[in-house]
């Protein structure tokens, strides 16, 4: 068996590139030290996770090598020969449970009958802790809104639970860091689902905000974003997600630890594939090539590891988390059933007590109701990708890859399935609909909106008035500036019925916007243009927009997001070379 321990100690044949080699740096993986004065123990505790392995060592931090917290300097053992020898047992899990919070809502029937007992195990937080807060996305020509789900994983250790499996008992009451972060984005028509995840260590702004609890204000900081979580709690990480992306959050649901051992065993296991053996001694991974289905320990080591898939980073552990998540969904959709009472109501409260989530949905009721919602999208529909990125820093931290970012996060804030299944139904939409305005176009009443305030920028003061002047100037005498607050990270035109689309496409015309932004919506009474971030000065729209959309011929993820479709049933897991057997 061949390894190579960049924590100390060990073989050190190099048989393949390491994450060090590729411009990793372990030092992530060390302990992030607690900012003085901020809040500790956040998430919710959590319940035991059977078969999961028992911490060694007392001391050590919270972050290491393992599972990876922010960067820092502390929480290394003593030293081997010059090398930092850290815990093997405190990576467990390193709250890749995040990635089954989706699937957990699956199992809230089991304890619909004892409700009120489970409602009281929920943890509510406020859901976005900044000063300006994106407006939610507008209803489609069916009256349907998309749903957007940020799932967080918590690397809490406020329990002795979380201390147990986690480890490092000094980092009782360090504040949490979101270490896994995956947005949920479920289509108006419920046809499609996109989830995408991005790095824990991704530097990005964090931008202002104010804990709800002791009326603390954090500055705006770029920091990695998974710090974002020791700003007030999880709806700081909302307000840097939509900061970040442009994307409205709808809801959070953030976990820690259970639920993944006993969910794997409810439905009797989840096949996952690795193209080689793979051995990780850290995680305790360890399988033969091809097919194998893991449940108990095994699943906790699967979702743990890091070394053990791809280069050895946490991108390789990302991709793992989706092949689990597509598994599972595949098991309960093709008919594994949930029967035994018993384990029924163990999951469903495991789940609640693991689970804190943002008081729009802070009753079982809620995540009921949540879970039928997502079931209705076809497993072929279901895509899972990772936040294009490139490194920063030397290796110490990725930022989001320029263009290939954009096209996804524009994919999701526009309602585009990334597996690029939609072109044909919108080109067919469109097609079917006129195009020339139904009226003179000084008799087609157009609202304008100001819509450029942002959670790092005000909004431009008479926005709305200059540019509802220049559609009076170019001949829509009815153009006039709306008052209400909005708050979007793109400009859009929409109409209410579709004998209107020609009066939208005229305004657009007239301001050089292009086609892709113009939408069919109930939410409006008339023409309707919000202008958003994108646009915050001239009288035309800015040719350039940071695109890399539809515009350019872009209907789909780009081949940088490593996407993964809910229905692949031969994805595999390549393994690093440095921990086979």
Not at 78 to 83: S, T
Not at 222 to 228: A, L
Not at 368 to 382: A, E, F, H, S
Not at 498 to 503: I, N, P, S, T, Y
């Amino acid at each position: 068996m061949r390894h190579h321990d960049t924590d100390g100690g060990g073989e050190t044949q190099r048989g393949a590139p390491t994450a060090a080699d590729r411009g990793w740096d372990e030092s992530l993986y060390g302990e992030h030290p607690a900012e003085p004065g901020s809040r500790g123990g956040h998430a919710s505790a959590a319940v035991s996770a059977p078969g999961a392995a028992p911490a060694s060592g007392a001391g050590g931090g919270g972050s290491g090598p393992d599972g990876g917290g922010a960067s820092g300097a502390g929480g290394e053992g003593p030293a081997v020969n010059g090398a930092p020898r850290r815990s093997r047992g405190r990576r467990v899990l390193r709250w890749s449970a995040a990635v089954l919070s989706v699937l957990i809502l699956a199992t809230a029937a089991a304890g619909y009958f004892y409700y009120q007992h489970l409602n009281g195990n929920l943890s509510k937080d406020d859901l976005n802790l900044g000063d300006n807060k994106l407006h939610h996305s507008d209803p489609n020509a069916a009256g349907q809104t998309p749903l957007n789900i940020l799932l967080l994983g918590s690397d809490s250790r406020a329990s002795e639970e979380n201390v147990r499996l986690g480890g490092s008992r000094a980092d009782r009451d360090r504040p949490p860091l979101a270490d896994v972060q995956m947005l949920l984005h479920v289509s108006a028509d419920r046809s499609n689902m996109s989830v995408v995840s991005v790095p824990r260590d991704t530097r990005t702004t964090i931008p202002k905000c104010t804990d709800p609890d002791d009326g603390k204000v954090y500055p705006t900081t770029t920091d990695k974003i998974n710090t974002s979580l020791q700003h007030g709690g999880p709806g700081c990480t909302v307000a840097t997600w939509e900061e970040m992306t442009g994307i409205p959050v709808d809801h959070f649901m953030m976990i820690d630890f259970s639920g993944v051992v006993s969910m794997a065993d409810a439905v009797g296991g989840v096949p996952v594939c690795v193209k080689e053996n793979v051995h990780d001694p850290k995680s305790k991974l360890k399988l033969e090539k091809g097919t194998s289905v893991i449940k108990g320990e095994q699943a906790l080591s699967w979702l743990r590891t890091r070394h053990g898939f791809g280069d050895g980073t946490d991108i390789g552990r990302a991709k793992a988390q989706h092949m689990y998540m597509n598994a599972m969904v595949r098991q309960l959709k093709a008919g594994t059933k949930l029967s035994d009472p018993g384990k029924l109501r163990g999951l469903a409260e495991s789940a609640t007590k693991a689970l804190t989530v943002d008081k729009g949905i802070g009753t079982v009721k809620k995540l009921y109701d949540l879970g039928n919602d997502l079931k209705q999208v076809p497993t072929k529909r279901i895509t899972m990708a990772t936040m294009p990125w490139e490194y920063g820093g030397g290796g110490s931290y990725v930022v989001p890859k320029k263009d290939d970012a954009d096209q996804v996060f524009s994919l999701v804030r526009n309602d585009v399935a990334l597996d690029g299944k939609d072109k044909k139904k919108a080109e067919a939409s469109r097609s079917a609909q006129p195009t020339e305005p139904s009226q003179p176009k000084a008799d087609i009443p157009v609202s304008v909106m100001n819509g450029t305030g942002t959670s790092l920028q005000r909004p431009v003061t008479g926005r709305a008035g200059q540019v509802a002047q220049t559609l009076t100037r170019e001949g829509f005498g009815k153009a006039a500036a709306d008052p209400t607050p909005q708050s979007r990270a793109d400009t859009t035109i929409r109409y209410p019925r579709e004998e209107l689309r020609g009066d939208a496409l005229a305004v657009a015309e007239a301001l050089g916007i292009p086609e892709r932004l113009v939408k069919h919506s109930t939410g409006v009474q008339q023409v309707t243009l919000v202008i958003g971030a994108d646009w915050r000065e001239g009288a035309s729209y800015p040719e350039s927009d940071g695109g890399g959309d539809a515009d350019k011929g872009h209907h789909k993820a780009p081949e940088s997001a490593d996407a993964l479709r809910g229905d692949d049933k031969k994805a595999c897991m390549d393994v690093n070379p440095n921990y086979t057997w």
